[in-house]
């Protein structure tokens, strides 16, 4: 592995600014990748003889293929997805350079505490989760991968380094120094400063990553996925972060160590070596980028780190290596901005838009947001598929923590902070994380969102059913509630099929569920979409669901739109399909409570697209809108009896989104 | 305020003599040293023995794997020379009192130690049946229950949601036990049939509630309506299995955990309550310093050191 890229950052705003202008309008010929309804994905590997139906979504043909027997029960058949799985692909323990500094708890702590064991947070305070989650990836950076672990056991191999020996000192001091001294490892990365590489290290602590993912992993009640986070930020600074996630165990796994910034900060080296994993192994493996929203317009940019403009090589790869986007954490939500979504009144929410992870940041231009939030990256792909042939921003959408406490916390009644230091207090809603230039903060940390976990359509609880629907991108994000919400899209659906009891039979059969693409219509005629939506058992009411369409018109220009599809409480939707009353609030500030005396908790809708043109390139998502409820911030200011200023927000309109079902016309 | 007998009035304005105060600051000092000198670390002779050199020799082909030349020995000696030199003149001179970093260090190896000795010996079958026997709640399975349940919409029925729900009940208790209820009630995306799950599974997709209401059923009849977070649900509860302990082998790396944590607190505070014993502890707290110092901090508190966040 050596050091592949070395891009400052005149030459990285050059880079950017030739993309944007280099956006040109050449058309080659669409996408051949469009796969139909019920024919398997080319891009399967067909020398993989094992491959079940599930890793191909294509269950409808599975439950053809076995039908030559005789039949009775109606059962036999179903190997489509049942149920969802919750879970959270982003935590950080003391293995991270960042999180080690102050928490002294291992992947094991996260493992058991995932699972739903009380533990004793980093800070000692008793901690113990309302439900526990079904499947958890602990995600230790790659870079200085277990450094605190070994720093905080003074090894004397280690210490023999200055900065390391400066750093376990500031380590053993804990506190604020041990804070400083992960903001010393943070930089050190940012600025490709590899103060310490020991590759017997790195491999002692890999192996003990995955001795703890094979201890914990307990297929059918809890899934422990091996994965690392490869911390890419070039600029320095700018957010390209990856979460690698691999399908399999120890024994694969521990054929390879975790690919660091220091190897390169260049995503299409990370993905060389995802393909060489599997190459090596006969495993599988994919990588997730989070928190577009600190990237400073690179995250999904129209040209690659060198500048140079997209391939139609550079978006296969994308498309095949990332097949999601974790899209809401705690440093924000990644949907979408005002900015870009003036007509959204929900697009306000959770925003981190003040620039991007360098302290001090370097702030936002307006011009950078539409190649960092989710929504108009996905509008972005379906240009670019247009004109090299194959879309790299065709993602579908998780949420996770990101959290660096080892503890995946979400609910808003049950928040542990993202960093230690930010572990429940009567003060931490006003730590500084980041600073602007003129020393004021920029993130400080009641702008922390408690959220997001991600929801995976899935028949069992092992690493390979859960890995296969995030593959296929049957999966979505939330913020926290525990939502359930299925789609399918199709050209023969009616009204009548949302109330059929084999529902799910149906939409595989006759559709394509979330993070499906729709090949064109037999008859021109418009797709229908059926979506269904339970609250979460023990949380709030909804207020409505929505589908967010984008697409491409004939003049290659880009639109977006919202369409409400189901409403609480008897209101009316208009004719321009938009419920613009609001569902209101019940939330009660002072004393942190809610009722669901407003809102439902059950909706569904079949919609049928008013303005389908099957030549535009087009896609849909769902975004369900829970009514509001008390934010982190209100339980804090009710537990600790403290007052915030008018600024911390104290509700929350908690929501998830879906992955997108694709329209391609195909030719 | 009360009148001091007279000889405690003469011992006060004895002590408080300049002169008296000097010698026995002095006195105290002289023992100090005295006592410091005797310890060797303090003192002024540094002897290096063959046996440090080797170590750090041994540290050196760690690293560079091979044996320090003659010029690297000198230097590794000069050099531990010189770290102790300034180890005991800032010793000496207080430097390590006030810092920090250096107490909870010291404090850390402490506290590390009687966790090294209480990881050392594993702890027996005996220890772990008894721990698992005393916290037997904790380790208990869940109760499991597998039902089948037909779902009544209160936004579809309204106001006849109670009379539908009793007629569909007698309707399925006079049908047959297998009979295909997926089309009766009102559609919900939730499974009809629960094969055997736990408690928190049924909870997770139901509710709290319902999943107690569900596992207080009499198997092998129908019942309800129950309600959960969506409406009214009519449940057949086919199989019941009671929560149980599992045995330890099933669950030793659990029990294990539990046990070694809490060794590891029992023995710090046992450590400390026997320092406790051999020190003399006053806390001179003033009643108003306590109560300004508990309040929450003012807002807008300086900046000091910004935090990372990734």
């Keep these: 592995m050596k050091r592949m890229v070395n891009c400052p950052l005149t030459l990285l705003l050059a880079v950017v600014l030739v993309a944007i202008g280099g956006c040109s309008k050449s058309e080659q010929a669409p996408s051949t990748s469009v796969q139909a309804p019920s024919t398997p994905s080319p891009a399967t590997r067909a020398a993989d003889e094992d491959i079940k139906c599930e890793a191909l979504g294509d269950f409808a043909n599975c439950a053809v293929q076995k039908s030559t027997l005789p039949q009775y029960s109606p059962y036999v058949e179903q190997n489509f997805p049942n149920r969802v799985y919750w879970g959270d692909t982003h935590n950080h323990t003391s293995f991270s350079f960042d999180a080690g500094f102050g928490n002294p708890l291992g992947p094991e702590v996260a493992y058991r505490f995932a699972r739903g064991e009380e533990v004793t947070s980093s800070q000692g305070v008793r901690a113990k989760l309302s439900r526990s989650l079904d499947f958890l990836v602990v995600s230790d950076h790659a870079e200085f991968i277990g450094l605190p672990d070994l720093?905080?056991?003074?090894?004397?191999?280690?210490?023999?380094?200055?900065?390391?020996?400066?750093?376990?000192?500031?380590?053993h001091a804990g506190g604020e120094e041990g804070t400083k001294a992960a903001i010393e490892a943070v930089l050190a990365i940012f600025k490709r400063n590899e103060v310490f590489k020991d590759p017997k290290v790195t491999r002692s602590i890999w192996e003990k990553v995955t001795s703890i993912a094979t201890q914990y992993n307990d297929p059918g009640h809890f899934t422990a996925f091996n994965g690392f986070e490869w911390t890419s930020a070039p600029g320095p600074g700018n957010n390209l972060h990856r979460v690698v996630i691999f399908r399999d165990g120890a024994q694969r796994a521990n054929q390879v160590l975790p690919?660091?910034?220091?190897?390169?900060?260049?995503?299409?080296?990370l993905w060389k070596y995802l393909a060489g994993y599997e190459q090596k192994t006969g495993g599988q493996v994919l990588a997730i980028p989070h928190n577009g929203n600190l990237s400073n317009g690179m995250m999904f940019a129209l040209a690659d780190l060198s500048g140079n403009p997209l391939t139609r090589q550079y978006a296969e790869n994308r498309a095949r290596w990332e097949p999601l986007a974790?899209?809401?954490?705690?440093?924000?939500?990644?949907?979408?901005?005002?900015?870009?979504?003036?007509?959204?009144?929900?697009?306000?929410?959770?925003?981190?838009?003040?620039?991007?992870?360098?302290?001090?940041?370097?702030?936002?231009?307006?011009?950078?947001?539409q190649y960092e939030y989710a929504r108009s990256a996905l509008k972005l792909g379906l240009k670019l598929e247009k004109q090299l042939g194959a879309n790299p921003y065709k993602f579908g959408m998780i949420g996770s923590t990101d959290t660096h406490t080892s503890l995946s916390t979400v609910d808003e009644d049950n928040f542990y902070g993202k960093m230690p230091t930010s572990e429940p207090s009567p003060e931490r809603w006003k730590e500084v994380f980041l600073l602007n230039?003129?020393?004021?903060?920029?993130?400080?940390?009641?702008?922390?969102?408690?959220?997001?976990?991600?929801?995976?359509?899935?028949?069992?609880?092992?690493?390979?059913?859960?890995?296969?629907?995030?593959?296929?991108?049957?999966?979505?994000?939330?913020?926290?509630?525990?939502?359930?919400?299925?789609?399918?899209?199709?050209?023969?659906?009616?009204?009548?099929?949302?109330?059929?009891?084999?529902?799910?039979?149906?939409?595989?059969?006759?559709?394509?569920?979330?993070?499906?693409?729709?090949?064109?219509?037999?008859?021109?005629?418009?797709?229908?979409?059926?979506?269904?939506?339970?609250?979460?058992?023990?949380?709030?009411?909804?207020?409505?669901?929505?589908?967010?369409?984008?697409?491409?018109?004939?003049?290659?220009?880009?639109?977006?739109?919202?369409?409400?599809?189901?409403?609480?409480?008897?209101?009316?939707?208009?004719?321009?399909?938009?419920?613009?009353?609001?569902?209101?609030?019940?939330?009660?500030?002072p004393n942190a409570t809610y009722t669901n005396a407003i809102g439902a908790p059950l909706l569904s809708?079949?919609?049928?697209?008013?303005?389908?043109?099957?030549?535009?390139?087009?896609?849909?998502?769902?975004?369900?809108?829970?009514?509001?409820?008390?934010?982190?911030?209100?339980?804090?200011?009710?537990?600790?009896?403290?007052?915030?200023?008018?600024?911390v927000p104290m509700t929350v309109t908690e929501r998830v989104y879906t992955s997108p079902v694709w329209y391609s016309p195909a030719q | 305020m009360t009148t001091m007998p007279d000889h405690r009035k003469k011992w006060r304005r004895w002590i408080r003599e300049p002169l008296v105060q000097f010698v026995a600051i002095g006195f105290l000092l002289f023992l100090f040293y005295a006592w410091r000198s005797d310890t060797g670390t303090n003192s002024y002779s540094i002897v290096v023995t063959q046996g440090q050199i080797d170590a750090l020799a041994a540290r050196f082909?760690?690293?560079?794997?091979?044996?320090?030349?003659?010029?690297?020995?000198?230097?590794?000696?000069?050099?531990?020379?010189?770290?102790?030199?300034?180890?005991?003149?800032?010793?000496?001179?207080?430097?390590?009192?006030?810092?920090?970093?250096?107490?909870?260090?010291?404090?850390?190896?402490?506290e590390f130690a009687v966790e090294d000795n209480n990881n050392a010996s594993p702890p027996t079958d005996a220890e772990l049946q008894a721990y698992l026997d005393q916290h037997a709640e904790k380790f208990r399975a869940e109760p499991q229950v597998a039902f089948r349940q037909v779902f009544l919409n209160p936004a579809r029925r309204r106001s006849t949601i109670t009379q539908d729900a009793k007629v569909l009940l007698a309707r399925l208790s006079a049908s047959e036990v297998a009979a295909d209820v997926r089309p009766l009630g009102d559609p919900l995306m939730l499974p009809s049939e629960m094969p055997l799950s736990s408690r928190s599974e049924v909870a997770g997709l139901f509710g709290n509630e319902f999943a107690a209401e569900v596992l207080k059923l009499k198997p092998g009849r129908w019942s309800g309506p129950i309600e959960s977070a969506y409406g009214l649900h009519l449940v057949f509860a086919s199989e019941e299995v009671q929560g149980r302990l599992p045995s330890l082998t099933q669950i030793r790396p659990l029990v294990e955990e539990d046990v070694l944590s809490e060794r590891r607190d029992r023995e710090i505070n046992a450590m400390y309550d026997h320092l406790l014993e051999r020190y003399h502890v006053t806390v001179k707290a003033d009643a108003n310093a306590v109560a300004a110092h508990s309040s929450s901090q003012p807002a807008g508190k300086t900046i000091t050191a910004p935090k990372d966040i990734d």
Excluded at chain 1, 543 to 566: N, P, S, Y
Aim: aromatic share 10%; glycine share 6%; net charge neutral.
């Design chain 1, 437 to 589: 230039a003129d020393k004021t903060p920029a993130a400080a940390a009641w702008q922390v969102q408690a959220a997001g976990l991600v929801a995976v359509w899935a028949r069992e609880n092992t690493r390979d059913a859960l890995f296969d629907s995030m593959k296929r991108k049957e999966v979505y994000a939330s913020t926290g509630p525990r939502i359930t919400v299925r789609v399918f899209a199709g050209w023969d659906f009616n009204a009548g099929d949302l109330d059929r009891p084999d529902f799910a039979a149906q939409g595989y059969k006759r559709g394509v569920p979330m993070g499906g693409t729709l090949a064109k219509s037999p008859t021109s005629a418009a797709p229908t979409i059926l979506i269904r939506a339970l609250r979460d058992p023990e949380g709030a009411n909804l207020d409505r669901v929505q589908i967010i369409k984008g697409w491409l018109d004939g003049k290659d220009e880009l639109h977006e739109r919202i369409f409400d599809v189901a409403v609480s409480d008897g209101r009316k939707i208009g004719s321009e399909g938009r419920c613009k009353k609001s569902v209101g609030s019940t939330v009660d500030i």
């Design chain 1, 326 to 369: 974790e899209v809401t954490q705690t440093k924000g939500d990644s949907e979408t901005h005002p900015h870009l979504s003036p007509d959204d009144e929900f697009a306000n929410f959770e925003r981190w838009d003040f620039g991007n992870m360098m302290n001090p940041v370097v702030p936002k231009q307006p011009d950078m947001l």
């Design chain 2, 61 to 110: 082909v760690g690293i560079w794997k091979r044996p320090p030349n003659e010029q690297e020995v000198k230097y590794m000696i000069d050099d531990f020379v010189r770290e102790e030199m300034a180890t005991r003149e800032a010793t000496r001179l207080g430097l390590d009192r006030d810092d920090v970093i250096i107490r909870r260090r010291l404090r850390q190896k402490l």
């Design chain 1, 259 to 269: 690919f660091s910034a220091f190897d390169s900060e260049n995503p299409e080296d």
């Design chain 1, 605 to 647: 809708s079949s919609w049928k697209d008013p303005d389908f043109n099957p030549q535009e390139r087009a896609f849909y998502y769902i975004r369900v809108i829970q009514i509001p409820t008390p934010r982190w911030t209100a339980y804090d200011q009710k537990r600790f009896g403290i007052k915030m200023p008018d600024y």
């Design chain 1, 151 to 171: 720093l905080r056991a003074n090894d004397p191999e280690l210490l023999k380094n200055a900065t390391a020996a400066r750093w376990a000192k500031m380590l």
